[in-house]
Structures are given as C-alpha cells and as structure tokens.
C-alpha cells in the first residue's frame, strides 16, 4: 500500500481503501441479511382526500448491528450487485402474502397493494413469470396491485417499455414515483402512460408553509395536478406532515394523500389492525 506522497507508481489514497473496505463490509452484510431472511416489510396506508383508506405501500426494513439501515442507503447497493432480483422476489412475494390474508378477512372495500419495484427489475428475464405465478397462487386480482416504478437509472429503452406495456395489460397498475424530480420527466407520461404519479416530498414539504410561504412551489404542484388531471392519471401526494398541506391538497385536486400526518409505515401486524379499525367504523 504506497502513500500518495512520495515516488510510487501506484497511488492508493488511504481512504480509497477504507471506502473500498467499508463497501465490502456493507454488502457482505446485504449478503448475510438476504441468506437469513432479516429483511422485512413496512405498509403505510394510503388515503384518498376524504381520508379514506384505499390502499398501502410497502416498504422495506432491515435493522443492522447498529440500528435500522434505511432503504435509501441499501436500495443502490443491492441494486449494483444484482441482488435487487432476489430482494424484489421475497417482496412480491411477502406482499401477496400479506395482502392474501387481508383478503380473505375483508373482501368488502379491497386495498390497493402498492409495491415499490427498481427498473433494474423489469430487465429481468424471471420478473414477469414470477409475477405471473404469484397471481395465479393467490386472491389478488392484477387490478389491484400498483406498482410503483422507482428508478436510479433513465428508464426509456425497448426492454423497460415493452415489460410496462405487458404489466398494463395484464391490467397491474403503473405509478411513476418521485415524480418531478430526478429522471421522472414529461416524456415518461407520454411513453409510459402511467395510472399514476406520485409527487415527490420535496414539493409537498414546501407546500402551505405559514412562515414562509414558497409561491412558486406551489404553482409547480398545482400544475402537476392539473395536468395530471387532464390526461387523466391519478394523483398521490407523498409525505404530508401537517394539515395545511393535507388542506392545500384537498383544494387543489390532489386524489391521494401519504405521510406521517395521517399514517406512518408499520409492520404488516400493525397495518392489519389499523384496516380492522377503518373497516368497522
Ligand atoms: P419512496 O418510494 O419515495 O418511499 C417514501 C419514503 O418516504 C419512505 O422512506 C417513507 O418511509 C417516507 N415517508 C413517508 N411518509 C413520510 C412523511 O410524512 N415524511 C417523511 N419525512 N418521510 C415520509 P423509506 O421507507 O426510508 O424508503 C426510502 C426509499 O427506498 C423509497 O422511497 C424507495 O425508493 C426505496 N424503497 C423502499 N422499499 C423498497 C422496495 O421494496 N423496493 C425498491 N426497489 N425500493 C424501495
Ligand atoms: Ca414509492
Ligand atoms: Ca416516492
Ligand atoms: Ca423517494
């Protein structure tokens, strides 16, 4: 290991190493976690503006040795090595699961399951059968579950596309997640077609601030809905804290609310209740 300093060819910088290092370590505890099934799911319920509850998304979990490990930061790691495929594999499948004995227990006013799924998955040869296979095993019908097409990578190529237009029509709904930022653009509305865009929580947290009121923030929100509206794709607005917000969105048209101020993700025992509670009310 030569210094940076000094006549070596070869220059490692020490911390180079360590990152290289602490970049092994994670993924070696990705690896474990994955091999002992430590990994689990969250649902946050989703809400339509009068505060009904319609559907939940999942979320995934996963506690390391020094506490949880957000998805944010495990999501791009498993998604470079190619575990994403087994990882989107056992949350498919602990949805179908999960929602299957809802199901049997509430057949009356269906939820809508709402999964997250990476774009990297959709280019795997085993994701549609795999999907397939799931329905054909449990309750849950197509029209009912949503998926949420989250993306590290532009997703434009033939491959993607194609896989979208054969989820439609088996009739699984499509969301655009974070919409508005990052590589979720105007085109994907036209080539993706989607049921629904979420609006990132960027925009929402800057929405009805009473201190600070962000004008032209909520001239971009109120054009998302707009247009959403007008080519008729649904709306769900995540990560609504505060009643304002939840307010500003009911008068501006917005379909779908999320966040901490009306449900935060919970295990599957806890979601359970709480659909047990807004059933019989
Ligand atoms: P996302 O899909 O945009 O999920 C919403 C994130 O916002 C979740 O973070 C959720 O816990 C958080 N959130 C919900 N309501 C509120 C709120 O009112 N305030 C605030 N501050 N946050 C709120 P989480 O669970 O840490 O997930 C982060 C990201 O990880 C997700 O963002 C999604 O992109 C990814 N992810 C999570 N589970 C999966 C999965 O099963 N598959 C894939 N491919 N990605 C996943
Ligand atoms: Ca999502
Ligand atoms: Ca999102
Ligand atoms: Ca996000």
Not at 18 to 28: A, G, I, K, S, T
Not at 71 to 93: N, S
Not at 179 to 204: H, W
Request: aromatic share 10%; glycine share 4%; with cysteine.
């Amino acid at each position: 290991l030569a210094r940076s300093s000094g006549k070596s060819q070869l220059c490692y910088h020490p911390q180079m190493v360590m990152d290289v290092l602490r970049r092994q370590h994670f993924y070696n505890l990705l690896r474990d976690a994955m091999d002992e099934k430590q990994f689990y799911l969250a649902y946050q319920p989703i809400f339509d503006i009068n505060q009904k509850l319609v559907a939940a998304e999942t979320l995934l979990r996963l506690n390391g040795p020094n506490g949880a490990i957000s998805p944010a930061e495990f999501i791009p790691v498993v998604e470079r090595t190619g575990m994403i495929h087994d990882l989107g594999e056992y949350v498919l499948q602990q949805a179908f699961q999960d929602f299957s004995s809802l199901y049997r227990q509430n057949l009356e006013s269906p939820l809508i399951l709402s999964i997250n799924c990476s774009v990297h998955q959709l280019e795997h040869p085993k994701f549609y059968p795999y999907l397939l296979k799931l329905f054909s095993q449990h309750i849950i019908p197509p029209s009912q579950v949503k998926l949420e097409l989250t993306e590290t990578v532009m997703l434009n190529s033939a491959v993607h596309l194609e896989m979208i237009k054969k989820l439609k029509d088996l009739g699984v709904m499509i969301a655009i997640d974070d919409f508005g930022t990052g590589y979720a653009s105007f085109t994907y509305l036209l080539d993706i077609r989607p049921d629904v865009i979420k609006i990132d929580q960027s925009f929402i947290r800057k929405l009805a601030q009473v201190d600070k009121p962000d004008r032209d923030n909520e001239r971009i929100v109120a054009s998302m809905l707009t247009l959403a509206r007008q080519l008729g794709i649904s709306t769900v607005a995540e990560g609504v804290e505060t009643v304002p917000q939840l307010q500003w969105l009911q008068q501006h048209g917005c379909d779908y609310i999320q966040g901490y101020l009306l449900g935060k993700p919970m295990p599957f025992v806890e979601f359970e209740k709480v659909v047990k509670y807004s059933t019989s009310v």
